[in-house]
């Protein structure tokens, strides 16, 4: 029975989706089941999605989650990674190494809510454009190599949003595709900040065309 494991942040999790918004804003405790990783296992006959992914979340912690879960994926399922904001990062704390909880998120719209948070001072005194598109690219070498150590082949790995310097990073034999949902937006969700399920589907239809027989 082959799995799809999928990864990411809010957009992988389907945040503002019907089935995945508390309120007005907030997410659901759950990742949606009418977001694209959802569609794509239904779409190439996968017999279960594990979504790993986490709204506002960091390229920084989607390695760190996949490094804690990747025993969980066996040779023939198949892994999609949507590389989120490069701006991004996260502070892994005391117990991480077990725990995908143990870590501070560090985010632009954090900083600009409370001028006194770490995420404030990261971006004050820090944070550089050339130093996390650099850095990004050493996660998406890591996660492929510690996946294809592990005997894992099937892996696609989409470009973070707004992000077009990356693919000069990556190297030919990682299954790079330079699109992401955000450019596939044709409407939006409930909280109108993420795409909607037109979009989703979209994107979905998409990733069968382009890599479909690759993934199944």
């Known amino acids: 029975m082959t799995k ?3 990864y990411g942040c809010s957009y992988t999790y389907g945040h503002g989706l019907e089935d995945c918004i508390i309120g007005k804003f907030e997410p659901g ?3 949606s089941k009418l977001g694209y990783a959802s569609i794509l296992g239904q779409k ?3 017999s ?10 960091s390229n920084k912690w989607i390695t760190h989650a996949i490094n804690l879960t990747s025993k969980h994926i066996s040779k023939n399922d198949a892994v999609i990674v949507q590389w ?11 117990g991480s190494h077990t725990n995908l909880n143990n870590h501070e998120p ?3 719209w954090r900083a600009q809510e409370n001028k006194q948070s770490l995420s404030a001072y990261y971006y004050e005194h820090i944070y550089d454009r050339a130093d996390h598109v650099q850095v990004t690219s050493w996660y998406v070498k890591f996660v492929d190599l510690l996946l294809k150590s592990q005997g894992i082949t099937k892996i696609l790995h989409t470009s973070p949003p707004k992000q077009l310097q990356m693919k000069n990073f990556i190297p030919d034999n990682i299954t790079w595709w330079e699109e992401n949902i955000s450019k596939y937006r044709i409407d939006s969700a409930q ?3 993420h795409p909607g399920p037109k979009s989703h589907e979209l994107f979905a239809n998409r990733i069968v065309e382009d890599y479909g027989d690759y993934l199944k």
């Open 106 to 108: 560090i985010g632009w």
């Open 44 to 46: 190439l006959n996968f």
């Open 191 to 193: 909280d109108s900040e």
């Open 84 to 94: 989120t904001f490069i701006d991004r990062s996260a502070i892994l704390r005391k």
């Open 29 to 31: 405790l759950k990742p």
């Open 4 to 6: 799809l494991f999928a």
């Open 48 to 57: 279960e999605v594990i979504n790993y992914s986490r709204p506002g979340t």
